[in-house]
C-alpha cells in the first residue's frame, strides 16, 4: 500500500511538488510503498512534546539490552529517505542501507540492527513524540514491537514547550491542538494491550516503581543503573537546552507548576482546545 501519514493525501499541491522534481518523487516511491511486516521487537517511545518521552528513553537505553539513536529520528514523517544521517551510522553504511532497503520499514528494520549490534546490546528503542500521530501505522507494520506512550497535563507540558526554543509547537493554540491530537491517537489504538501508558507525574514521583512496571511490560528486568542518573544522562540530549535536568536527580518539582505560572488566558484557552482530552486522561480542569 501507499505509505500515508497525517493529512497526507495527494492533494494537488504535492502532485505538482512530485511533477517538478520526478527523480526526487521516484526516489523516495519505494520507501512509501509500504510492503514489509517488521519482525522485530522494537520499542517505540512516542507521546505529546514535553511529556517526559527524552527522559523516558534516556532510562531505557541505560539498559544493557537496549540500544537506540540520540535525538529523535521523525523517521515515519520522513519526506525524503535518501538523505539520512545518524551519527551512530557513517555515511557509506548508510548509503549501502538506503540502496539495499524495500521500503520504509525495511530501512528502519536495517538500520535498528546497524545500531543494535554496533552499541552491543540486542533491542532498538526509538523516540519521536510525534509518532504518537503514527500509532496504528506502528501497530500494524510493526507487530512484535511495544510502544510506550508518555503522557502529561498538558499545561505543564506546554510551560516547558516554551522553555525549550526547539520545541516549535510554542503557543498555547499549537501545543494543544498536538497535544489533543496525541491523546486521540492513543485512545484510537486498535491494540491497547501493545501500547503502556505511563503519567510523567508518576515516573518522577515513583521512578523504581513506573519503571519496573515498564520493564515488565517490555519482557525485561529493571536494571538498577536505569535509576541512577548518571547512566541515563550519559545522553548527549542532556547537554540540548530544554533537557538540561537529565543531569539532575528524577524529582517531581514542575509537577502541577501551571496552576502558578500559567495566565488565567492560556489555561482557558488550551481547556477550550483539549478539555474534554484532559478529563478523559483523568486531569482535573481547575
Not at 518521552?53 to 535525538?71: C, E, F, N, P, R
Not at 538523505?83 to 530501512?107: C, F, H, N, R, W
Not at 505511563?198 to 536494571?223: G, H
Not at 545522553?235 to 538540561?244: C, D, P
Request: glycine letters at 4%; proline letters at 3%.
Amino acid at each position: 500500500m501507499v505509505e500515508s501519514s497525517l493529512n497526507r493525501s495527494l492533494t494537488s499541491l504535492r502532485i505538482r511538488k512530485a511533477l517538478s522534481n520526478p527523480v526526487f518523487a521516484l526516489q523516495n516511491l519505494k520507501f512509501n510503498w509500504v510492503r514489509k511486516t517488521s519482525t522485530a521487537n522494537h520499542i517505540f517511545v512516542v507521546g505529546p512534546p514535553r511529556s517526559g518521552t527524552t527522559l523516558m528513553v534516556s532510562m531505557l537505553k541505560a539498559h544493557s539490552h537496549l540500544a537506540g539513536i540520540d535525538g529523535e529520528t521523525c523517521f515515519f514523517f520522513r519526506r525524503n529517505f535518501t538523505d539520512i544521517k545518524y551519527p551512530e551510522i557513517d555515511d557509506q553504511t548508510m548509503k549501502k542501507l538506503i540502496a539495499s532497503a524495500t521500503d520504509m520499514v525495511d530501512l528502519f528494520d536495517m538500520i535498528a540492527s546497524e545500531v543494535v549490534t554496533a552499541q552491543n546490546a540486542s533491542r532498538f528503542v526509538e523516540k519521536t513524540p510525534e509518532h504518537a500521530l503514527r500509532l496504528n501505522f506502528l501497530l500494524e507494520r510493526f507487530p512484535k514491537a511495544k510502544i510506550v506512550f508518555m503522557i502529561r497535563d498538558g499545561r505543564d507540558g506546554y510551560l516547558s514547550a516554551l522553555r525549550n526554543p526547539k520545541v516549535k509547537v510554542n503557543t498555547v493554540s499549537l501545543y494543544g491542538e498536538i497535544w489533543k491530537l496525541s491523546v486521540r491517537a492513543y485512545l484510537k489504538a486498535t491494540q491497547q494491550e501493545r501500547v503502556k501508558l505511563i503519567r510523567y507525574e508518576e515516573l518522577c514521583s515513583n521512578p523504581e516503581i513506573v519503571m519496573t512496571e515498564v520493564m515488565s511490560f517490555l519482557d525485561e528486568s529493571l536494571q538498577i543503573t536505569q535509576l541512577a542518573s548518571n547512566s541515563y544522562s550519559k545522553t548527549k540530549m542532556r547537554s540540548v537546552i530544554g533537557h538540561q535536568r537529565l543531569n539532575e536527580k528524577i524529582s517531581n518539582q514542575t509537577v502541577g507548576q501551571w496552576r502558578e505560572k500559567m495566565s488565567n488566558q492560556d489555561v482557558e484557552i488550551f481547556n477550550t482546545i483539549a478539555g474534554e482530552e484532559l478529563q478523559k486522561m483523568g486531569y482535573s480542569l481547575v
